[in-house]
């Protein structure tokens, strides 16, 4: 059997499955549930200074947007941090802790970008006995405003000074969770790093108004006829989750920094691409909220049987194996060849490849062929987008094949070259490099 024991940072639990700092981990009563569930560690909701609580809507928190099938894909919610006291939660998370000491618990902090402030609370987490601390810059909406989240994280300076004070003020590790509301993920992840932190935490929800009531044409969720942007996430947001990760993994400057991967997470399959691209381990919330704490027993038994399976051991075995073959567009082989191949036995006919392909490609799918209908790859005219692998509804029935080296791409009239070649050395680029005589 596998092992999917998992060390981050020195923080240890028996699985590499968090909960996120989101409504699941605001109360020990949810976090009592998840434990016994299965959930390896959890990051306890956002904590803030001590003082009057926060104030949240008291109405429709979450905006939504569907599959066809009613699959919730993403989530919005303007939800902000723990509106409960924080002596409250210091002393579940202090109980907790002491109840399950094999288990994780990190504590979410955001407080005003003042020392003093994170002074102030940094040793009253300490004495709860919780294993980390991870530092709220990525909350794009409530608290953004007030200068603290994500107003915070979309500034490398504000995020290198704070971590600085926290490692200053603190024995506990650091994880400092990052926004994607930026435009390059990698400066702030630097800024991390050179603040002192132990690891980074990424994604946070993206900045997003999920859907208007056509009705009374307000943003949705609506409050008494008003609407506002909130944090977007759920399945949705993985992709552009695992292009930060892997930015952040393969940059020169960050490389090797551990990272906790966040976004869409729902199926053990989405961890393992997660943890491919360097992540040491994964948080959750959506798929949670969406189908119960009891789903993390479906993502460790399905890590675990895909790792017996492929032969994996540990968890090491996975993690960054696919960071190396993440590169630029530039690096791409361009004598790679590929064409799309229909399996006449599983197709049923009907037609989404050719209507995808005729439309909006190349027009090389037929529709008819001596009179009859047939859906067929016309080889001299597919660049191997492979669009219709994606559009077609029946799984493998459409296959991209490589062309061999040496065999004639009916397209282009030439045969495949063996050779590997670049755009940085295409002649139709004005920049190529020209190799030394």
């Known amino acids: 059997m596998a092992d999917i024991r998992n060390t981050f ?252 991967g966040i976004g869409g997470i729902t199926t053990w399959r989405d961890a393992a691409e997660f943890m491919a691209l360097g992540a040491g381990n994964v948080q959750v919330c959506t798929a949670a909220m969406t189908y119960g704490f009891k789903i993390v027993q479906e993502m460790i038994a399905g890590l675990e049987n895909w790792m017996d399976e492929k032969g994996h051991a540990s968890l090491s075995d996975i993690i960054g194996r696919a960071t190396p073959n993440v590169t630029d567009w530039q690096y791409l082989n361009l004598n790679y060849v590929a064409k799309a191949h229909i399996d006449q036995d599983a197709c049923i006919k009907c037609g989404r490849c050719h209507i995808a392909c005729e439309d909006t490609s190349h027009q090389a799918i037929t529709s008819m062929v001596d009179g009859v209908r047939h859906f067929e790859v016309i080889e001299a005219e597919c660049v191997g987008c492979n669009l219709c692998v994606n559009v077609c509804p029946v799984e493998g029935c459409i296959t991209m094949q490589p062309l061999a080296a040496g065999v004639l791409d009916q397209r282009t009239g030439l045969p495949v070259s063996p050779i590997y070649a670049n755009w940085t050395t295409h002649p139709n680029n004005p920049m190529a490099k020209v190799a030394a005589e």
């Open 9 to 260: 940072i020195g923080i240890k639990s028996p699985n590499p499955f968090w909960l996120a700092s989101a409504p699941p981990t605001d109360k020990a009563y949810n976090v009592e549930r998840a434990f016994k569930a299965g959930w390896g560690g959890v990051v306890w909701k956002t904590l803030g200074e001590e003082g009057p609580p926060v104030v949240n809507v008291n109405g429709p928190r979450y905006g939504a947007i569907w599959g066809a099938d009613r699959r919730l894909l993403g989530l919005n919610n303007i939800e902000l941090i723990t509106d409960r006291d924080l002596q409250t939660n210091l002393r579940e998370m202090k109980q907790v802790k002491m109840n399950w000491p094999d288990r994780a618990l990190v504590a979410s902090i955001m407080v005003p970008c003042v020392e003093e402030s994170w002074k102030a609370i940094l040793p009253l987490v300490e004495e709860t006995g919780a294993d980390g601390i991870e530092l709220n810059f990525g909350c794009p909406h409530g608290m953004s405003e007030r200068g603290m989240g994500s107003a915070v994280g979309q500034v490398p300076e504000y995020i290198e000074m704070v971590v600085r004070w926290c490692k200053q003020y603190t024995r506990m590790p650091v994880i400092t969770k990052l926004t994607p509301n930026i435009t390059d993920i990698r400066k702030p992840a630097r800024a991390a790093k050179a603040g002192g932190t132990d690891a980074v935490s990424l994604i946070n929800t993206i900045n997003s108004i999920t859907g208007v009531d056509l009705d009374n044409f307000a943003p949705m969720p609506t409050i008494d006829g008003k609407g506002s942007h909130g944090g977007y996430c759920g399945p949705a947001v993985k992709p552009i989750a695992m292009n930060m990760v892997a930015e952040i993994a393969r940059d020169p400057e960050t490389h090797g920094l551990p990272i906790s």
